[in-house]
């Protein structure tokens, strides 16, 4: 598949599916280029460890942003407690030589993303699910992805 068709593949996955997929495949998307920066460091390359690491959070604003924070509750703050957590850690290791703080945040999100898919699964969960239209979203879901 060359570029284009990958690039319309990918908005159209975004733009066709629910919030909580959405959040999902965020999630799968930031877990992605930890990996991809903890493979960088591993081989010294700063320039990808940098760039993955930028992707990561990118995508994490657009998780934090997405939240419901007046529906949302408890869920919808401690979130964004996570986010700006995850945030810290990866700038932090951007500019460090610890592949811990990749690690951990790794970690933490796949921890996430595996209770994101059954709380999806929840009709009460929808609270804490992005506030727009799915499509909103999704724009900018498929450029970071």
């Not at 909580?20 to 320039?47: C, M, S, T, V």
Request: proline fraction near 3%; charge should be neutral.
């Amino acid at each position: 598949m060359n570029a284009y068709g990958s690039e319309i593949y990918k908005q159209t996955q975004v733009t066709t599916v629910d919030k909580g997929r959405l959040i999902i495949i965020l999630y799968e998307g930031a877990i992605r280029f930890i990996r991809e920066a903890i493979k960088a460091q591993e081989n010294g390359d700063i320039p990808l460890k940098a760039s993955s690491i930028n992707r990561a959070l990118d995508i994490i604003a657009e998780l934090n942003q997405s939240l419901n924070m007046q529906e949302g509750g408890d869920i919808a703050v401690n979130l964004r407690r996570i986010y700006k957590f995850w945030n810290d850690h990866l700038l932090k290791a951007k500019v460090s030589r610890d592949g811990q703080g990749l690690s951990d945040v790794e970690s933490m999100m796949i921890s996430l993303a595996q209770a994101w898919q059954v709380v999806c699964q929840d009709p009460e969960a929808a609270k804490a699910t992005p506030k727009e239209d799915p499509t909103a979203l999704s724009h900018t879901a498929a450029r970071t992805l």
